[in-house]
């Protein structure tokens, strides 16, 4: 049978990087470790867990269509969360719930850029912004930021990204705490950030979904910079914070007009989250500040064990919950170090290949250590140092 034609985006788009990494699993009789997703073996909150939700009051709100811009009880939640804790000074209406940040981003990749135009990515990037930015026919630019910076500290942050600017480009997509390498950006790092983007009226995409997960040094929101607040948009995530991930609810939150472009995709690609995923997340968002504080000293101490346990050059992350490990002494070649980690995925163990994270990472692969619990975290890790 003879299909049309499928989208130049779609067949442009990468499928799972996981696949080899299965195949090889599939020989593998016990205990699997999935170290390879960004997940955590944290339930909820228990106010935010879909259990203790009272869904018999106004019921008539679960099964009908909700507003665009969202719940208005958690849209007022987040708006108020955003100006106190981010210290964006968003209007009323500058928040909009999404589907996860995944959807976030690219309701704002939609309002703000158009086929043919540049977004420019620090290197290591989470994979899926660069399919976002190539499913609408936009031009991922990979500059090595957080690469250098973690490097060479003295490395000039402007003069890095100065040098990526063309006359294409439109936005920056900057994430921080970083996911895979765990660099929080520090006031000089933003401050460049915002030089650049003003001299050269470039939008910025701040993706800030690990903002609690931080370790060494405080989180700083992109937009709370006063020279970026004008040209951001901040992009949250229930995933990351409450450990929510399965019920898909993020948000974006900057200037009133520009949340009503980003509105308009989000309206026309899910027409509104469910409402009653929205109410667990408010749960958690009201009565979950217990969980992020144990949460982050959890995961704090599995990173420091992680770290220790590891024979392989790693560098510990500032925040996130990913450690971003260096095999280019275990392999190399064309395929990068997929052949170790195949040979890893023999021993039931799955990390993440390092080469979708940007082109100077073929080498490297990303380990989550909130995954499992520590002690399989640490059985996992022993497996990995016999392979190597
Ligand atoms: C940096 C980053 N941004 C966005 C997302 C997407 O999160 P969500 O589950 O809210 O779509 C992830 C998920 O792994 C992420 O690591």
């Known amino acids: ?13 990468p499928l799972s990087i996981f696949q080899r990494l299965y195949d090889r699993l599939a020989g593998f009789r016990g205990d699997v470790i999935p170290l390879q997703i960004g997940d955590t073996y944290l339930l909820p909150p228990a106010s935010g867990r879909l259990s203790e939700q009272d869904f018999t009051a106004d019921e008539r709100e679960l099964y009908a269509y909700g507003p665009a811009p969202g719940w208005p009880p958690l849209v007022a939640a987040l708006t108020g969360k955003v100006r106190r804790h981010n210290r964006i000074p968003v209007e009323d209406g500058g928040v909009q719930i999404t ?27 989470w ?50 705490p970083n ?22 009226g470039l939008w910025v995409l701040a993706d800030e979904v690990y903002e609690h997960y931080t370790y060494d040094r405080p989180h ?21 914070s409450y450990g929510q991930a399965g019920l898909r609810v ?57 770290v220790a346990a590891l024979r392989v050059p790693v560098r510990s992350p500032q925040g996130s919950t990913y450690l971003f490990l260096d095999l280019g002494g275990h392999g190399g070649g064309v395929d990068g170090c997929l052949p170790v980690l195949e040979r890893i995925a ?37 497996r990995i140092n016999r392979v190597l």
């Open 179 to 200: 996911n895979p390498d765990g660099l929080v950006l520090d006031l000089a790092m933003l401050d460049a950030i915002a030089r650049v983007a003003e001299q050269a």
């Open 1 to 13: 049978m003879t299909f049309p034609r499928l989208s130049v985006a779609a067949g442009a788009l």
């Open 220 to 240: 700083v929101s992109v937009a709370s910079l006063p020279a970026l607040a004008p040209r951001t948009l901040t992009v949250g995530s229930f995933s990351k």
């Open 250 to 306: 993020g948000y974006v939150a900057g200037p009133r007009p520009v949340i009503e472009a980003v509105r308009k995709m989000s309206n026309h690609s899910v027409y509104n989250v469910p409402h009653a995923l929205q109410r667990a997340a408010l749960a958690a968002l009201t009565g979950g500040d217990g969980f992020l504080a144990d949460a982050r000293a959890r995961y704090r101490q599995a990173r420091d064990r992680a």
């Open 127 to 176: 994979p899926l912004i660069r399919g976002i930015a190539q499913s609408r026919s936009v031009v991922s630019i990979e500059v090595p930021f957080s690469q250098m910076l973690l490097a060479d500290p003295g490395a000039d942050p402007y003069a890095l990204l100065a040098r990526a600017v063309s006359a294409r480009t439109r936005a920056i997509y900057v994430c921080t």
């Open 99 to 125: 589907a996860g940040a995944t959807h976030a981003l690219a309701c704002a990749v939609g309002a703000l850029l158009d086929p043919g135009d540049e977004l420019i990515l620090l290197t290591p990037h």
């Open 346 to 382: 023999a021993a039931g163990v799955l990390l993440a290949p390092g080469a979708p994270f940007g082109l100077a990472s073929a080498d490297w692969a990303r380990l989550c250590f909130t995954a499992v619990p520590e002690d399989r975290l640490l059985e996992g890790i022993d």
